[in-house]
């Protein structure tokens, strides 16, 4: 029998706000242990919660730019369950009413059309503290403490929908966690930093026979934040899945634990279900009104979305699509890439310059293009200079690791080490005079008639200047001084 298989996400993003979601903690990453919690966000008596209104306007911004409903009223409850870094018994999220619901993200289906994946909903609620264990694990650890920092930062949860064009093999999974990824980096609501955890997935998996109506039981696997083990325990699970189903059993409805060294996933306890959380609405936070002036307000300043700016940056430059498509996957590295392009007369090589030698050098020195050390300025003034034949490929490299390294403008570069290209005439025709004599049997090939050992000899010429010849200029100069020979 063929399966067909059906993978959902509920993906909990940090969102970029100055301060958490009901209390005015500042939200920072690099502090000591319980620096910022107040009582509102370690759940003292009376305490009470007031909403971060940017977290808001987060939410509702993602909303827009996944095509959802916004809800003219949405809600907060509590969700109920007990886990000593939830310092209340509950968490702030939402159930009834969420801020967005009815949404779509169009990826890349498998079959070369467009899909547009089912959005469910997005909802806003809290992040939990973190326990820290004495051990490496908890249960080798004597004791554990808890860290209240995280404790009320906002979460953005986006849910895929399961029954509306749900995600149908591991490459649209992949493809759909990548392009959601960019829109929330491309609008600005979180940076999305995996290392972070400020990108999680719980993912769910089921199978069914091809053309079923029926879902199949899921597996739940929580709270992974690489998208590398994801597509592991995916993959796993499809294998698994399939034994089970092939055998003739059921695949029980359960939660499971991913093993990132064996890349398997284990049983860890049957899923829990909406009852299980007694889920009711928060009397302390009042029903929330979206006007509509408000949304008209963040549509107005949404930022450009990654397809605009694809094909945007198509039509402005004409460089080959797979370039546009590498140039504009971060936000960062197409805000560079247009940075250089207002100063660049040669924007294919600009592009292959960037992906090929930038690339590797941030790669290399572990940077996000953000800190990048060579200007978009100067590095256009670099992809000028070789464009305009000024100074060889070869050169430019050396120019480029000088300016990453040490910084400068090209030019200053360039006449400090002395890269410039030789343009003394004499010079080069005693150069090429010499290589002429070191070469005789390709000169008599040449001489033959055969034009392709020019190259050869064009070689031989930049290696002894080490680059510093113009390639271009040193092919007729050859040619000349051999025909001058030959008569
Ligand atoms: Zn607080």
Redesign the pocket.
Known sequence: MDFETVIGFETHVELKTRT?LF?D?PVKYEASPNAF??P??TGQPGALPVLNKKAVEHTIRTGLALNCEINPQARFARKNYFYPDLPKGYQISQFERPFCENGFLEIPGDDGQPYAVGIKRIHLEEDAGKLVHSAGSFEESEYSLVDYNRS?IPLMEIVTDHERNPLRSLSEARAYLEKLRQILQYIEVSDCVIEMGQFRCDVNISLRPVNSRVFGNRSEIKNMASIRYILNALEYEVNRQSEVLQSGELVPQETRLFDEEKKITLPMRSKEDAPDYRYFPDPDLLEIEIDQGLIEEIEETMPELPDMRVRRITKAFGIPNGDVMILTKDKGVSDYFEGCASYCRDMKRLSRWMIKDLFKLLKDASLPIEECPVAPGDFSDLVNLIAGGDITDRIGRVVLGEMFTRGGSPGAIIEKKGLKPIQDTDLLTNLVKEVITENPKTVARIKDGDKKPIDFLIGQIMKKTKGKANPKSLRPLIEKILSEENS
């Open positions: 958490k209390c903690c919690i107040c509102v966000c009320s």
